[in-house]
């Protein structure tokens, strides 16, 4: 069976203070590099097939650090799954972004958009892997608006945890279901917070 786990990058200090960060370059802090850590041993005892990220830092560190663990290489930078443009909110908390732009950030992604670009790269990716296993590693909203796509509305995705862990996977007639969602079981302790994506 093919399948993908979307993997939620791991905190940054951004995430920590609620900060909208967008297509922003900014690093894991050491709480989110052990969560990387954290993530590559419990998925360590499954044979992935392929290891791919969104090229932002926060994301590639994330996945670099994942497969060092796996000994698994380098891996494929995916740009379809970089995070929502979140346009003029970017930097801004969400709630200065609602006050700032009540009708919605000048220059912001739609939703429609994120899907898309995300979407168009799911059958690439598994035919890549040969019908194997794929490790994606990716960022908040384009994970929400992939699993609230494919389940049609169905999967609560509200509170994605960095680091979390998401499982989809293909049909035979190539459509993708998720099997589940937002796993966050392997959290290393002295978690910081959560914040935006």
């Known amino acids: 069976m093919t399948s993908i786990c979307l993997v939620r990058?791991?905190?940054?200090?951004?995430?920590?203070?609620?900060?909208?960060?967008?297509?922003?370059?900014?690093?894991?802090?050491?709480?989110?590099?052990?969560?990387?850590?954290?993530?590559?041993?419990?998925?360590?005892?499954?044979?992935?097939?392929?290891?791919?990220?969104?090229?932002?830092?926060?994301?590639?560190?994330?996945?670099?650090?994942?497969?060092?663990?796996?000994?698994?290489?380098?891996?494929?930078?995916?740009?379809?799954?970089?995070?929502?443009?979140?346009?003029?909110?970017?930097?801004?908390?969400?709630?200065?972004?609602?006050?700032?732009?009540?009708?919605?950030?000048?220059?912001?992604?739609?939703?429609?958009?994120?899907?898309?670009?995300?979407?168009?790269?799911l059958d690439t990716l598994a035919d890549s892997a040969g019908g194997g296993s794929v490790l994606l590693v990716g960022h908040g909203s384009v994970i929400k608006t992939l699993l609230l796509g494919l389940s049609d509305g169905q999967v609560p995705t509200t509170d994605l945890r960095n680091g979390c862990l998401s499982l989809i996977w293909r049909t035979s007639t190539r459509d993708w279901r998720v099997s589940y969602h937002n796993e966050t079981t392997h959290q290393p302790p002295l978690h910081h917070g959560e914040g935006a994506s």
Request: proline letters at 7%; zero cysteines; glycine letters at 8%.
């Open 9 to 121: 990058h791991g905190e940054t200090d951004w995430n920590a203070e609620g900060r909208l960060q967008g297509r922003e370059d900014v690093p894991l802090n050491e709480y989110g590099r052990a969560q990387a850590r954290q993530i590559a041993r419990d998925v360590a005892t499954h044979p992935w097939s392929l290891l791919a990220s969104s090229p932002l830092l926060r994301a590639w560190e994330t996945a670099t650090i994942i497969g060092h663990e796996l000994g698994m290489p380098a891996p494929l930078a995916v740009p379809e799954v970089v995070e929502r443009d979140y346009g003029e909110a970017s930097g801004l908390t969400k709630a200065q972004a609602a006050r700032r732009f009540p009708g919605g950030a000048p220059h912001a992604e739609t939703r429609a958009q994120v899907w898309s670009r995300s979407r168009s790269v």
